[in-house]
């Protein structure tokens, strides 16, 4: 079946960048995405790319997305304490608009 | 208001105890989940309605039941409580009438559920 596997945890000083990295295994999956938990909360989205494309920009973030190898990014420029959370990358099963969740990736910004 | 609320937030029961966890909504979605939350696992799936009359198992089914008692509602059963059903619970929706070009999923704040 499909896998989504994250690391569990990055650590950064506040107003350097961040990039929490995601491997998947269903390489027709039309979208991925990146969804934020802020402690406490329930899961919003923060981006998401369609497969075909390489790159997406919004404002601080980027996603880079490397179909040959399955291999998704997220990097948060100037990162800030606000930004620390959880990041979940997620691709959608096609077939039955499930998602599927990677194991999320516990972002943790130093003053 | 909030889009998506879920009913209790916390709950403490025991072994054996039958468990209801309720999701509401207020966006006219038609599709719904429940996802159960673990320290490093992420998020899975436990079951999924895209109507009224739609109702699907996801990964982790076993244990759970569901009910989907209007567009709006989506229950959660526990019939017989057990410890490793310990977890942080959240519904979700997302929209099919008029699907999203990118078919986002919007949750609930979620339940926190332990089993002693």
């Known amino acids: 079946g499909e896998d989504v596997e994250q690391s569990l945890f990055l650590s950064v000083r506040e107003g350097d960048s961040s990039v929490i990295n995601c491997t998947y295994t269903?390489?027709?999956?039309?979208?991925l995405y990146w969804y934020k938990q802020e402690p406490g909360a329930g899961l919003q989205l923060l981006t998401y790319?369609?497969?075909?494309?390489d790159m997406k920009q919004d404002q601080r973030l980027t996603v880079l997305l490397n179909k040959k190898d399955k291999h998704l990014s997220l990097r948060i420029a100037d990162t800030q304490t606000g930004d620390s959370a959880i990041y979940f990358c997620?691709?959608?099963?096609?077939?039955?608009?499930?998602?599927?969740f990677g194991s999320g990736t516990r972002l943790l910004v130093r003053p | 208001d909030a889009d998506v609320t879920q009913t209790p937030r916390n709950r403490i029961t025991k072994t054996g105890k039958r468990i209801m966890l309720e999701c509401s909504q207020t966006?006219?979605?038609?599709?719904m989940y429940w996802y159960r939350q673990d320290p490093g696992l992420g998020l899975r799936l436990i079951y999924y309605?895209?109507?009224?009359?739609?109702?699907n198992k996801g990964e982790i089914s076993d244990g759970y039941s569901v009910s989907r008692q209007a567009q709006a509602k989506f229950s959660l059963s526990l019939e017989s409580a057990i410890p490793n059903q310990t977890a942080l619970y959240f519904c979700?929706?997302?929209?099919?009438?008029?699907?999203?070009?990118?078919?986002?999923?919007?949750f609930g704040p979620g339940t926190r559920l332990t089993v002693l």
């Open positions: 790319i369609f497969s075909n494309m």
């Open positions: 309605s895209f109507d009224v009359k739609d109702i």
């Open positions: 269903d390489s027709s999956s039309t979208y």
């Open positions: 997620a691709e959608l099963e096609d077939s039955s608009y499930k998602l599927i």
């Open positions: 966006k006219g979605h038609d599709r």
């Open positions: 979700a929706t997302s929209d099919l009438s008029t699907p999203s070009i990118y078919n986002e999923q919007f």
